[in-house]
C-alpha cells in the first residue's frame, strides 16, 4: 500500500511538473505573438470597399494566424459617422492600427489621429490629398489608373470618338482629382472634354442628359456616389444610345457601361495588408513603406453594349480586353 501511495505521489508530481512545462510553453508561443487589433473604417457600404475589406482582412488573418482582432465600422456615407468613428478609434487604447477605406474615411481619421498607423485602400491619389508627408503615420495602396491608357484603349474602341464627357462628385475630392487628370489628358490626345461636376441629387438626371446629348461617350471616374447611381446612369444612356466609360470594374456588367480599365478592389485590400503586416510586425514606419498602386487590370468589356452599338475589338486591343 505504501509503495502504491508512492508510486502515485511520483505520478502525480510528474504529471504537474509537465503541465507547468506545457503550460509555460504555451505562455511563451503566446507572448510572442503579438495581439493586435485592428479597426477598420468604411466610408460607405460599395461591392469595391467590400472587396477591398475582405482582401485585407483574410490576408491580415492568414498572415498573423488569427491573432489580429477587427473592429469594423461602417458610415453609410455620413460624414457626421466618419467623423464619430476617427474619434473612437483615436480615443481607444486597444486599437494598434486603423484600416481607412475610400478617400472620406481616410481623411476622417487622418484629421484626428497622428501617431498610429493608419493603412489605406481605395483612395486615388493621397499624395495630392496631403495624406503622404515627411514622418507621416499613412501608408497602403492607391487605385488610381492611368488616365492615358484610359484615352489610348478609348480611341481604339470608338475611333471616331471626339467629345468625352467626364461627370464626376464635385464633393469627392478623389473623383475630382481624376477627372482634372483626365481632362488634361484628352486635351493632350486632341479631344474635346466636357467636364461636368454634380453637386447634388436633384441635378442628377439634368447632369446626365446634358452628358449624353453633348458628348460621344460618358465617363466616369472612381466615384462612390455616382456609382450607387449607376442603375440610373445606364438606363439614361441606354436610352440615348450612348455608352459610358467607368473605372470599377463591379460596373462593368450594367447595361450601356461599354468598358472598364479599374483596378482589383481585392488585390488592393491585400496590398494594404501587407503594409499593415510590416508596420505591426516588423517595426517598420507608415513613411517608410511606399503607397502601393494595384497592378493594372486587363480591359473588361460589356459584350452586349458592344453588339448594341456595333462596334468591335480591334486585333491590336484583343491581348488586353475581357468581354463579360
Known amino acids: 500500500m505504501k509503495n502504491q501511495s508512492t508510486l502515485f505521489l511520483i505520478a502525480f508530481v510528474a504529471c504537474a511538473i509537465v503541465g507547468i512545462i506545457i503550460l509555460q510553453t504555451n505562455m511563451e508561443k503566446r507572448d510572442s505573438k503579438a495581439q493586435f487589433t485592428i479597426g477598420i473604417l468604411q466610408t460607405t457600404s460599395h461591392p469595391a470597399l467590400d472587396m477591398a475589406k475582405e482582401g485585407f482582412m483574410k490576408t491580415i488573418s492568414a498572415e498573423l494566424s488569427g491573432t489580429a482582432d477587427f473592429v469594423c465600422r461602417n458610415a453609410l456615407g455620413s460624414i457626421d459617422k466618419l467623423e ?3 474619434r473612437e478609434y483615436h480615443e481607444n487604447k486597444t486599437v494598434n492600427a486603423i484600416f481607412a477605406l475610400g478617400t472620406p ?12 498607423p493608419i493603412i489605406i485602400a481605395a483612395v486615388t491619389d493621397p499624395h495630392e490629398l496631403g495624406l503622404i508627408y515627411k514622418h507621416t503615420n499613412v501608408t497602403g495602396s492607391s487605385d488610381m489608373t492611368d488616365p492615358k491608357y484610359q484615352i489610348n484603349y478609348l480611341k481604339q474602341l470608338m475611333p471616331q470618338v471626339k ?3 467626364i461627370m464626376y462628385t464635385a464633393t469627392e475630392l478623389n473623383s475630382s482629382i481624376v477627372a482634372k487628370k483626365m481632362i488634361e489628358a484628352l486635351l493632350h490626345a486632341g479631344l474635346n472634354p466636357l467636364e461636368i461636376a454634380f453637386d447634388a441629387e436633384s441635378t442628377l438626371l439634368a447632369s446626365i442628359d446634358n452628358a449624353l446629348t453633348n458628348a460621344d461617350v460618358l465617363f466616369i471616374p ?8 449607376i442603375q440610373t446612369i445606364a438606363q439614361r444612356a441606354h436610352k440615348s ?16 457601361i461599354l468598358a472598364s480599365y479599374g483596378i482589383d478592389y481585392e488585390t488592393n485590400g491585400i496590398q494594404a495588408a501587407r503594409a499593415a503586416i510590416a508596420v505591426l510586425t516588423e517595426n517598420k514606419k507608415p ?38
Open 84 to 86: 464619430h468613428y476617427a
Open 241 to 256: 444610345k450612348k455608352p459610358v466609360w467607368v473605372c470599377d470594374n463591379t460596373l462593368v456588367a450594367h447595361q450601356s
Open 287 to 324: 513613411y517608410e513603406i511606399a503607397v502601393t498602386h494595384a497592378p493594372k487590370d486587363i480591359l473588361l468589356i460589356n459584350k452586349k453594349t458592344l453588339r448594341e452599338l456595333q462596334l468591335k475589338v480591334p486585333v491590336e486591343l484583343e491581348p488586353w480586353a475581357k468581354l463579360v
Open 222 to 229: 472612381t466615384d462612390n456616389t455616382l456609382s450607387s447611381m
Open 163 to 165: 467629345t468625352v464627357a
Open 105 to 116: 474615411a481616410a481623411q476622417a481619421i487622418a484629421n484626428i489621429e497622428k501617431d498610429k
